[in-house]
Nanobody, 114 residues
């Protein structure tokens, strides 16, 4: 069973930056594609960025050019650098596999004020 712990969220003004971290347990991490998801209040959970085990990345159009996903397989860690944040980026952010593992972490809240 993979355990996921997200951190790094907070309150930031529009135009600001945050860096999210995801710590994963288990040896499977280095072998699977991973992603960052987010869920805004009253909305479904959406996938915003993915990274393969080999480091190839992909982004939702809404964050392309502003967010950067990366991973360090040796440390079972994944990151999401978020720049030029907008109020629409306000959400709880989660990391998980692609497709997602059975269990989700608690997420980390990102709030962007206008």
């Amino acid at each position: 069973q993979v355990q996921l712990v997200e951190s790094g969220g907070g309150l930031v003004q529009a135009g600001g930056s945050l860096r999210l971290s995801c710590a994963a347990s288990g040896s499977i991490f280095s072998t699977v594609a991973m992603g960052w998801y987010r869920q805004a209040p009253g909305k479904q959970r959406d996938l915003v960025a993915t990274v393969t085990s080999g480091g190839r990345t992909n982004y939702a159009d809404s964050v392309k050019g502003r967010f950067t996903i990366s991973r360090v397989n040796a440390n079972n860690t994944m990151y999401l650098q978020m720049n030029s944040l907008k109020p629409d980026d306000t959400a709880v952010y989660y990391c998980n596999g692609i497709p997602p593992f059975r269990y989700w972490g608690q997420g980390t809240q990102v709030t962007v004020s206008s």
